[in-house]
């Protein structure tokens, strides 16, 4: 079982929450009842995956030393010593060539989007990640690129809504996650992360105020458009869903900092959960 927990630990199985944006074209084209969309998406879901838990183990290699110094990463399988850079590495390099066999499988188009995925994230660890408001930016270009690629796997046409409205979603959560790390890692913060040294709460608090605003007035923007017929009504609970996470992040809490917590927060839970009900009534009957 300890075997198990270290390799489960080491491919971050809690982050794989960011690749279910690749859903999003499959409920928004109205298919979510087809058995052959389902599948093909379930698969690109798996691919992103693997190739997403592929790019955490070669960060977390390249991270290593600093990772030893920081009050939660050091406890990471390769940081602690649990897991060895050679056997990372392999397992690293296996999901890699699982998913990208299994993407060209579902499409060529596909295949390129994940290929691109593990490339700009590659780029992201070695470079990019230590060079302020380039390293949110390309944040936000990967959670879009796992978005489309639902598209391509469902030979669909890609919505511009789409990417407008993933690429601000992920830059306030990229934000409210920088703001929530200054927050918690005090004046050591540039030690741990480098890129902080640009950053602090003015800068923190512009940013999270102008993206907040263009993912508002986009996704009005998108529930007055033809697509979907009456989607202005989720826009309150849009809202509300929007305000309490940034509530969270100007707060301290540690589901800013951990998204994947979101789930102990009953309030933004039942928002995302109306909202989701809201517009699978107005988009399937």
Not at 34 to 39: E, M, P
Not at 116 to 139: A, C, G, H, R
Not at 181 to 204: C, R, W
């Amino acid at each position: 079982m300890v075997f198990l927990r270290k390799y489960l630990s080491l491919i971050r199985i809690y982050q794989w929450y960011k690749n279910l944006v690749i859903f999003l074209p499959l409920f928004f084209l109205g298919d979510f009842f087809n058995v052959t969309g389902i599948i093909l998406t379930v698969l690109g879901f798996i691919c992103l995956c693997l190739v997403s838990s592929s790019n955490y183990i070669f960060n977390d290699i390249l991270d290593r030393h600093k990772d030893r110094l920081h009050p939660e990463k050091k406890t990471r399988p390769i940081a602690s010593g649990e897991v060895g850079v050679f056997k990372g590495f392999i397992l690293a390099m296996i999901l890699l060539v699982i998913s990208l066999w299994l993407a060209f499988g579902l499409s060529i188009y596909f295949f390129l989007t994940v290929a691109s995925l593990f490339s700009l994230t590659t780029i992201y660890s070695l470079v990019l990640k230590n060079e302020p408001f380039i390293d949110i930016l390309l944040i936000g270009v990967n959670f879009v690129l796992r978005a489309i690629g639902g598209t391509f796997i469902l030979d669909a046409t890609i919505s511009p809504w789409l990417i407008i409205c993933t690429f601000f979603l992920s830059l306030f959560l990229s934000v409210s996650k920088r703001r929530a790390d200054l927050m918690y890692l005090g004046e050591k913060a540039a030690e741990h992360k480098p890129v902080l040294k640009f950053y602090n709460k003015s800068i923190t608090n512009s940013l999270l105020s102008v993206i907040t605003t263009t993912l508002i007035i986009s996704y009005t923007l998108y529930s007055f458009s033809d697509k979907i017929p009456y989607a202005i009504i989720t826009l309150p609970v849009a809202m509300y869903a929007i305000f309490r996470f940034l509530q969270l992040s100007y707060s301290g809490s540690k589901i800013a900092r951990r998204p994947h917590l979101v789930i102990h927060d009953v309030r933004l839970v039942l928002a995302i959960i109306v909202w989701v009900l809201l517009l699978g009534v107005l988009i399937y009957l």
